[in-house]
């Protein structure tokens, strides 16, 4: 079952700067409202105007076709990750995993990029569409009571990217690269500044990969001699170094 921590309204739905008004939602909210979350009149819900804060909403009426809320928006969302993440483009499936999980933990900043070991054929994938990528950043959204989606970038050439962008966007900050070598530093933690952290495909960057980034500014991490999969190891990564 999809788990619906908050209700999210679209800004064209609200179509208010007001802080405070009345919405009505049908579709799949409603369905998830009225089937998993079963309120009555008077009962209240959390809520989120995406890109803006969260409130709760007083259930005025529900009948089997939409839910009126009284809506109040009060609080600001989660604070975000202080991460840019560099992420070697993920099998297809894997992606949409990854994504959520991204959104859930409040990484608001993503570069998927091209490397050796991922094959041409990811970029060609559906879920590389922006109503998909979005459908997945949506659902950690959900989870995590955060209204805020990150930015994806995609950049499909990795030397262009590393030579010509990554520098400047490592210019004065800690730059790591997650790869599984004997010699590589351990993962730092309780990081507050703003960072980068580039992660591989299945089965890591190749060598000339890792040395690109390293000219860019990329300091080698570990975990550890355990070889985890990307989904496995990003939110270890990311739990190490900031939760």
């Not at 490397?115 to 569409?129: A, C, G, H, I």
């Amino acid at each position: 079952m999809r788990a619906m921590n908050v209700i999210l309204i679209q800004p064209r739905e609200w179509g208010s700067n007001s802080t405070h008004g009345q919405i009505v939602l049908g579709g799949e909210r409603h369905r998830h409202i009225r089937t998993v979350l079963q309120p009555v009149v008077g009962d209240q819900l959390r809520v989120g105007l995406l890109g803006g804060h969260l409130g709760m909403g007083l259930v005025q009426a529900v009948d089997e076709h939409s839910i009126t809320l009284d809506v109040a928006f009060t609080s600001p969302p989660p604070a975000a990750l202080p991460v840019t993440l560099v992420l070697a483009l993920p099998r297809p499936k894997v992606l949409r995993r990854t994504l959520q999980a991204c959104a859930t933990l409040g990484v608001k900043e993503i570069y998927l990029i091209n490397s050796y070991r991922v094959e041409k054929s990811y970029w060609q994938t559906p879920f590389l569409e922006p109503e998909a990528v979005q459908k997945s950043l949506l659902l950690g959204l959900e989870q995590a009571r955060d209204t805020i989606l990150p930015r994806i970038h995609l950049r499909k050439r990795f030397k262009p990217f590393v030579e010509d962008e990554l520098p400047a966007l490592a210019a004065g900050k800690a730059a790591w690269t997650a790869h599984p070598v004997p010699d590589a530093l351990p993962c730092p933690s309780t990081i507050n500044e703003p960072c980068l952290l580039a992660v591989g495909p299945e089965g890591g960057f190749i060598q000339y990969e890792v040395e690109k980034l390293a000219a860019a500014g990329f300091r080698t991490i570990g975990l550890g001699p355990r070889i985890l999969k990307v989904e496995t190891a990003l939110p270890a990564l990311l739990g190490k170094l900031f939760l």
